[in-house]
């Protein structure tokens, strides 16, 4: 791809959160392997920000040391993270969901309520991947049963790149689909009814 047509092409932006609490460092390495760079790179993403919490920096530091340049770029793709933003993750998220000179990227998601929630709100295509090293783990319930209701996509840490196959035809379908209170939902519980079962609150 020439310069030009990199200057050219729309910004796409791939926003990862494991969240403010828990560690979730295998997310991290899985979100950095190059079967998921590729995929990203393969369905047009020109962004890659990770919200990496407060040690997740040494697992990007490690990824930027294993490559020969000191370039925050992997074959044109940019790579970036933070610690955690005090004011909430919505800006970054509104920038996954696109607009002006950039198009309608993906939020990848630990399997917190907060952050489902907050996604969803937005309308951006969601990631939802499913922590399991926690304890009292409802997290691999929750994902299964909101990707089942068409909500979300259902990432698994040891094969992830399809995910964001997934997540593209998604997309497809949330567009071409009417809000939420106008269209089908199977269960008759709504997304509300469905976090609330697998979780017995929603924060």
């Not at 310069?3 to 494991?18: A, G, M, S, Y």
């Not at 937005?122 to 691999?140: E, K, M, R, S």
Request: proline residues 5%.
């Amino acid at each position: 791809m020439s310069t030009r047509e990199e200057i050219r092409r729309p910004r796409k932006l791939c926003f990862v959160t494991i969240g403010a609490t828990a560690g979730f460092d295998s997310l991290l390495k899985a979100t950095l392997s190059p079967p998921f760079l590729e995929a990203l790179q393969a369905n047009g993403y020109t962004d890659l920000l990770l919200q990496h919490g407060q040690h997740g920096h040494t697992t990007l530091k490690a990824f930027q040391d294993s490559r020969s340049s000191t370039s925050e770029t992997y074959n044109g793709l940019q790579i970036s993270g933070f610690d955690f933003n005090k004011q909430g993750l919505g800006h970054e998220m509104r920038a996954a969901k696109g607009g002006g000179d950039s198009v309608e990227g993906v939020v990848v998601s630990h399997a917190g309520s907060g952050s489902i929630l907050d996604a969803l709100r937005i309308a951006v295509p969601l990631i939802v991947v499913p922590n399991p090293g926690l304890l009292d783990n409802h997290q691999v319930e929750l994902a299964e049963e909101l990707a089942a209701q068409g909500y979300v996509v259902h990432g698994h840490l040891n094969d992830l790149p399809p995910a964001i196959r997934q997540a593209e035809s998604l997309r497809t379908k949330q567009n071409a689909w009417p809000p939420d209170s106008h269209g089908e939902d199977p269960s008759g519980k709504g997304l509300i009814g469905v976090m609330d079962d697998e979780l017995g609150f929603v924060d």
